[in-house]
């Protein structure tokens, strides 16, 4: 099917493309400059009376084909628009003059475009220009710290998706992912199926304003991407490929050779019974065919580049753009190879675009947007778990130089490419995206336009994975396999009505829309095992003696509601109101939908006469917002009565039954509802001295009702829990975002520039379920769940960590020199369960990002900082008793190297190793970080060496990511959220050499 795609898009893209190249006439050259004498890229300038036109290139420079008599119109951002005749010259030099009433940068928001200036709403715009020069292969990448209150955490593995939380988490259990809206339709897929290269402009959403008029989906925020398109002018042919390596830039720390035998020995010492003489010779604490043969023969080995493979990173992208008469297309295609640091983790990106834009008349327009990416994620990477525990002296190949399954005779730890090596494994996902779009312009009423828009999109995964025979080496494997496929059709039909009028002072404009979506999945997957012959691996299943079959779908649909206005007084004082109404078959029969209202203030003092003797202010805008936003991400069918089926017999040589029961574990809930927020967002936005700084300080407030929660109920109900809407919770917090201009020479060619980003998060639980079972007048806590009332939701609850017992100390019975010591919270004398308390937080306190770039003449060097600060996580790796299941020090395994108690070493922060954490409590780090985030230097070839070559642009940058961090934690990559033994993913640093060119 995938080559069936391909074929039919390369054969449409060919064919439009045929249709667009041609017109012959007069060839016009000049050059755009502003009054500094400086080249304007980017300058507009078009056929007046026509659809054809171009654009000037970095250098200023421009062609383009006209007739004599002719009016050609150049327009800038932020200049006044100029108009030249063509005539007997066939050569121009522009000067374009600023015009500051129009210096105002346009951005995309929901169902539309609006001037920056003009928005009351809290919407961010994300700089794009530099992703597509960095080893960015998923666009959220590039939101990481650059956008003031969203998170980005990954797992820094190849093609992984990662998560986003933009204002904090706003809900218990239902979902927390932000709405993704790409060319103004919802994408269904994830953001790593988006081929960065291909992405215009990015916005992020965050207060009920901005978001409201996507009603349901945005309770989390909205991303807005808007894609490429074919700009006036000939095609326009561009290049971008990088390649490059990873490497270790961090691990989590094990011991070394010389230290494991010490361990080994303390150890042995520690737990030596009163009189008994520990052992600490080599030939009897090493595993005797297996450790003590490697030590023997002075062979070691490091666990992490054992399983390390040359981590090579490519990306290639061409594109195709242009526009013609009355059709704009854009075409592209893009290849992204990537290898992690450990064997067998890999990932291969093929993506393919084509923009289509065509006015069949002045007032009728129709176009396509569409994209297909298929992400193979194959293979069985190296088990972390076994690396973490592989002794420096395992043994990992047999005297024929094929792995060991079992490094030491011990046998608790598998060889770490065992599994990776014998297995086989395909998985790879397919997503077909479209937005195919029409709009008219009504002629009989000046404003007045209507829009459809449908939007398919397909997604079709499968994951198989074949365990082949294996017995041998104390093994009896008789071969496994399995397939899983899955399809996902969604698709979102709207109607939109807009009319905008402007008479004298007033301006106003008003949408409409009105919508449908469904989304539908299926999955089935087949198992089978003990075959008599794998040969055929998972493509013969029906050959094992052990068979199972699982197969599941479902169907959501919903329907939307929506309108919105937006006025203007003297264009300085702003309203929009919007109001959305929406319908979800996932709730209950009695709450099917909801109403989301919202409002937004602005006011632009600036243009205030008591401001305009202020030359130092440029802008100075202030907006207050007040809305509402429904969350609906929850399974389907969850109100409902569910029931589950089994097979059974009545004894010995009875028919098989089959018989249908109720789950109990969901009682059907009729009067299930929206999980509702309501959100406040005070902001002054400000731009002060002639530009060179722009910035906003924004605070919200939100507060989140009926949280969508499941609930245990007493199973003498028939039911042990049922889905419903419970307490409340709060997120507020503050945002500030600076750009400035440090330097600016343009005699000499330098220029510096900067933005800071900063932002805090304070989330709390104001109420639960309402219980007060001890009557004390406070509401009770859900110790269970970790929830606690007035603390964040990711909220550390232990034992308070007090030091470590030394020799000496007054130590209460059963405990000895070397364990820990925990605080006595409630005064009692003892410790109880009671003495737990809230340690800390799982997320920061704030965030802070630095940017900075400098252009010199033909070159560029920007880097950008990251920081998160005041929030920790367990990791339990650091607890050496076997109580979390992570460490074995009496052992032929291996454990983190972080330190341990002995009488000639009492330390006050890590135990002995023979304490047993009789108590149950973790270890705490801080994840507080500060991070060379990411790093460029660029050179842009001068015009006349690039045109020379009759190209339009050349570029070579070197450009790295991950490259120097500060931080405490000893797990892996603090921002990951990953902390035990199975995801301890090494850090990569990456490094990329690259070049952009276009003719």
């Known amino acids: 099917m995938k080559k069936t795609i391909v074929k039919a898009i390369l054969g449409i893209s060919f064919f439009f493309i045929n249709l667009f190249v041609h017109a012959q006439s007069k060839q016009v050259e000049g050059t755009v400059k502003d009054e500094n004498n400086i080249p304007l890229p980017g300058v507009n300038i078009r056929i007046k009376g026509t659809n054809a036109g171009t654009q000037s290139d970095f250098d200023g420079n421009f062609s383009i084909e006209a007739n004599d008599g002719q009016i050609l119109i150049f327009s800038f951002v932020g200049t006044k628009t100029i108009e030249k005749m063509v005539g007997v010259n066939q050569n121009y030099d522009v000067v374009m003059a600023s015009d500051q009433a129009s210096l105002e940068e346009v951005v995309i928001v929901g169902y539309g475009k609006k001037n920056k200036r003009n928005i009351t709403g809290s919407v961010t715009s994300v700089e794009t220009e530099q992703i597509e020069s960095q080893p960015n292969t998923n666009v959220a990448q590039a939101l990481r710290g650059r956008v003031a209150g969203v998170q980005f955490n990954d797992n820094g593995r190849p093609g992984q998706g990662g998560s986003i939380l933009i204002r904090g988490q706003a809900s218990l259990t239902a979902g927390n992912d932000p709405l993704i809206i790409v060319d103004g339709a919802f994408f269904y897929g994830e953001l790593a199926d988006i081929n960065p290269n291909d992405i215009e402009s990015m916005q992020v959403l965050k207060d009920a304003s901005a978001t409201a008029i996507y009603g349901s989906r945005a309770s989390n925020g909205v991303i807005l991407i808007s894609t490429k398109t074919g700009v006036q002018g000939k095609p326009t042919i561009r290049l971008n490929v990088y390649s490059g390596i990873s490497d270790y830039y961090d691990k989590v720390p094990l011991y070394g050779p010389e230290a494991y035998l010490q361990r080994r020995r303390d150890f042995n010492i520690q737990n030596a019974n009163e009189g008994e003489t520990p052992i600490t010779d080599v030939e009897r604490i090493l595993d005797t065919e297996t450790e003590l043969e490697q030590y023997n023969g002075g062979k070691t080995i490091d666990p992490w580049e054992f399983i390390a493979q040359d981590a090579i990173q490519q990306s290639y992208n061409l594109s195709i753009s242009g526009r013609m008469d009355n059709t704009s297309y854009y075409l592209s295609g893009n290849l992204v190879k990537e290898e992690g640091l450990i064997y067998g983790d890999q990932s291969e990106r093929v993506s393919i675009r084509m923009n289509l834009e065509n006015n069949i008349t002045d007032w009728l327009k129709i176009g396509l947007n569409s994209s297909y990416t298929q992400r193979d994620l194959s293979g069985i990477p190296a088990s972390l778990s076994s690396t973490y525990w592989l002794s420096p002296y395992a043994k990992v190949y047999d005297d024929n130089g094929d792995l060991l399954p079992y490094p030491t005779n011990d046998q608790l730890v598998t060889n770490p490419l065992f599994e990776a090596s014998q297995r086989e494994n395909e998985e790879v996902s397919n997503n077909l995206f479209a937005n195919i779009f029409a709009e008219i312009n009504f002629p009989f009423l000046d404003g007045l336009s209507y829009s459809f828009n449908y939007n398919p999109n397909i997604q079709w995964d499968h994951d198989y994975t074949f365990i082949p025979i294996y017995i041998k080496n104390g093994i009896n494997n008789t071969g496994a396999a399995g397939k899983t496929n899955e399809n996902e059709f969604n698709w979102q039909i709207e109607h939109i009505l807009k009319y905008a009028k402007n008479w004298g002072d007033h301006a106003l404009d008003l949408t409409l829309l009105y919508g449908n979506n469904s989304s539908f999945y299926e999955t089935t997957t087949a198992e089978s095992s003990n075959f008599f012959t794998d040969v055929n691996g998972w493509n013969n299943l029906n050959i094992g003696e052990v068979q199972n079959s699982y197969s599941y779908a479902e169907d959501r649909t919903g329907t939307s509601e929506m309108g919105r206005l937006n006025y203007q007084y003297l264009d300085r004082y702003l309203v929009t109101l919007t109001m959305r109404r929406d319908g979800s078959s996932v709730f209950g029969t009695n709450n099917k939908y909801g109403i989301f209202p919202s409002m937004a203030l602005g006011w632009i003092a600036s243009d205030e006469n008591f401001l305009n003797n202020v030359n130092d202010i440029d802008l100075l805008k202030f907006r207050l917002s007040f809305g509402q936003v429904g969350n609906q991400s929850i399974d389907p069918y969850s109100s409902l009565d569910r029931s589950a089926f089994d097979q059974y017999v009545f004894g010995e040589g009875s028919q098989t039954y089959t018989g249908s029961f109720p789950l109990s574990g969901n009682m059907p809930n009729p009067n299930l509802k929206w999980e509702t927020s309501t959100s406040f967002n005070a902001a002054v936005d400000f731009t002060i001295l002639d530009r060179r700084i722009d910035g906003t300080v924004e605070y919200y ?299």
């Open 701 to 999: 407030d939100t507060k989140t009702i009926d949280l969508l929660t499941a609930r245990s109920i007493p199973v003498i109900n028939g039911f042990s829990s049922v889905l419903t809407n419970i307490g409340e919770l709060n997120n507020k917090g503050l945002e500030v975002s600076l750009s400035t201009i440090n330097i600016d020479y343009p005699k000499s060619q330098f220029r510096w520039s900067s933005s800071i980003i900063f932002s805090t998060n304070k989330n709390k639980i104001v109420r639960l379920y309402g219980n007060d079972n001890n009557r004390d007048g406070i509401e009770d806590d859900d110790v269970s769940n970790r929830w606690f009332i007035g603390q964040p939701i990711n909220s550390n609850f232990d034992y308070v960590f007090d030091g470590i017992y030394q020799e000496g100390d007054d130590i209460p019975e059963g405990y000895m020199p070397g364990w820990v010591k925990v605080k006595d919270i409630n005064n009692d004398g003892i410790i109880t369960p009671e003495d737990r308390t809230i340690i800390s937080q799982g997320q920061p306190k704030y965030r802070l990002g630095l940017g900075n770039n400098f252009e010199y003449k033909n070159f560029s060097f920007s880097f950008f900082v990251n920081s998160a600060q005041g929030w920790e996580a367990p990791l339990n790796i650091l607890d050496p008793s076997g109580y979390s299941g992570n460490s074995f020090p009496g052992r032929s395994v291996n454990m983190v190297d972080a330190g341990y108690w002995t009488p000639e070493n009492q330390s006050n922060t890590r135990p002995s190793l023979n304490w047993t954490n009789p108590l149950g409590m973790s270890f705490y780090q801080s994840k507080d970080f500060i991070r060379l985030q990411d790093a460029t230097l660029a050179y842009k070839f001068d015009s006349d060496f690039v045109n020379s070559l009759n190209m339009k642009n050349l570029k070579i940058y070197v450009s790295g990511r991950n490259l120097l961090i500060f931080t405490d934690w000893m797990g892996p990559d603090p921002e990951s959220g990953y902390n035990n033994i199975n995801n301890l993913y090494p850090s990569a640093r990456t490094i990329v050499a690259g070049l952009d060119l276009s003719f």
